[in-house]
């Protein structure tokens, strides 16, 4: 089997942020298709809670360096990256909505959303059992709940569009 090189701070990183960076345009883009109000400012809600992920995360590494997690757990987190990281979590509303209705267009991004905010929980979660510090260990865990609470949200919405 190929040894995984370690998972260096500035990937994990550059990895945290694109995901947050990537949801925040994904939601904000699918609150602009979508024309029922509730749905709007929840999306919009979604869009702003990636938003404040991206600026707590810039700050905890930056406060923090380089040295936050331990390389007991980097095969895994290798693992990880190489299965679910390797494309964009996201899709690009414009193609996904190509030869779809405005309805299944928006169940199919919100299949997308609910994949991609498991696989950011179980990223968050897999960062925090191999971070060494405490302050940034409990914030990993904060956000893998708030991934998890977003994936039950996400669900909620999704029920609604299924049912129509």
Known sequence: MEDLKEVSSEEILEISLKIENDGKKFYSDLADRI????????LTFMSQEESRHEQRILEIFSKNGNSLFSSK???ELRGKIEKDFQTDLFPDLNELFIDLSE????????????ESEMISAEFYALLGEGCMNMEVKTFLLTLEKEELDHYDFLNSLKDKYDNK
Not at 35 to 42: R, Y
Request: charged content about 40%; aromatic content about 8%; cysteine-free.
């Open 35 to 42: 024309s029922d109000p509730e749905s709007k400012k929840f």
């Open 103 to 114: 309805l299944e267009g928006i169940q199919k991004a919100l299949e997308y959303a609910l």
């Open 73 to 75: 757990k980097s095969k």
